[in-house]
């Protein structure tokens, strides 16, 4: 039988409605993400927020890059070749004193520094604050580290200028402690899995955050301008990331999987040792209370003016200046 003219229109317009109330892909906001170095173990909590969507159910389509260090990291930020970067108060300090940077932090993610001292127990076994006293340390000329721990020791009430640093090559050191040729080295204590490595059994972990120092480290920044007009896509980062991190802290070996999807070559038991450690780094009573990111305005004026001490800034660094808390979610995600 022959349809009317009426009912092949009615089935049109129907057509048309369906098609017209059918899901729709959701506009994907690209974002550049620039981390603090080349892809490690550690850096796994960002592409578990990759792997899990919850970047792009956030509406976000993030290309996760390496670089070769913080403060490169912060140059991408500037240059607006990434919108977030990982780096650290330190390099953000830098940054604004050097070379007027705006970038802000805007989560805290390593609520503990990562500074570390490396002796045997065979040998210094530093084990005490007291012990840094006349202790020989492998360290680099101009070494960030060596103001950390002087500034470290003089709240402890000890006498920094009794440490002596000896420039080694960072290939070297570790041989050279492990030989005995040196007492202790400086260095990031992400370090640990290749030390512990070198001296089985024998190798002792002095982090200075585990005695009392109080320093931010690495977070997520912006630059203040993109953070003015584009709050929501910052947010929205800062959530999804940090869904990420929990998931990470919940499962290290699920987390040390996934990135072995996405980064070939990590050394398995190195990966999963290194998302160990800064899992450490991240879970504090803070954390754990107020939720991943969060940020103390008391320790963050304590961290610029430690380091603003350090790079020389001539007093023009504000703390207030330097990171927005209002990018940290609530309800909070607690590891």
Not at 69 to 95: C, P, Y
Not at 274 to 279: F, P, S
């Amino acid at each position: 039988m022959k349809k009317s003219t009426g009912a092949v229109l009615f089935a049109v317009v129907a057509a048309l409605a369906t098609i017209s109330h059918a899901p729709q892909a959701a506009a994907q906001t690209p974002i550049t993400f620039s981390l603090d170095f080349r892809t490690l173990g550690r850096h796994a909590a960002w592409y578990v927020a990759l792997d899990k969507g919850y970047y792009k159910q956030a509406g976000l389509d993030v290309t996760i890059v390496p670089s070769q260090g913080t403060a490169q990291a912060i140059q991408n930020l500037e240059a607006k070749a990434a919108q977030f970067a990982f780096s650290d108060v330190a390099g953000l300090v830098a940054a604004r004193a050097n070379g007027g940077s705006t970038a802000k932090m805007i989560a805290v993610i390593y609520q503990k520094a990562p500074y570390a001292i490396f002796t045997l127990k065979s040998g210094a076994d530093l084990t005490r604050p007291e012990q840094l006293e006349g202790l020989e340390i492998a360290s680099g000329a101009g070494s960030f580290t060596q103001r950390v721990i002087a500034a470290f020791m003089i709240e402890k009430g000890l006498n920094p200028s009794t440490v002596k640093y000896t420039n080694i090559d960072p290939a070297a050191r570790v041989g050279m402690l492990v030989s005995k040729k040196i007492a202790a080295i400086e260095t990031f204590v992400m370090s640990k899995p290749g030390i512990a490595k070198a001296a089985p059994g024998d190798e002792q972990t002095f982090l200075l955050a585990d005695h009392g120092l109080k320093l931010y480290s690495n977070g997520i920044l912006a630059r203040a301008d993109y953070l003015t007009a584009n709050a929501g896509t910052a947010w929205a980062f800062v959530k999804a990331s940090l869904q990420g991190w929990r998931d990470t802290i919940a499962d290290p070996k699920a987390a040390a999987e996934i990135i072995a999807k996405y980064v070939k070559g990590l050394d398995p038991d190195v990966t999963l040792a290194e998302i160990n450690i800064v899992d450490d780094l991240v879970i504090t009573a803070e954390t754990q209370a107020k939720g991943l990111g969060f940020i103390d305005p008391a320790i963050m004026a304590a961290s610029v003016g430690l380091i603003a001490k350090s790079v020389d800034s001539g007093g023009n660094i504000q703390a207030a200046d330097t990171y927005d808390a209002s990018f940290v979610p609530q309800p909070p995600i607690k590891p």
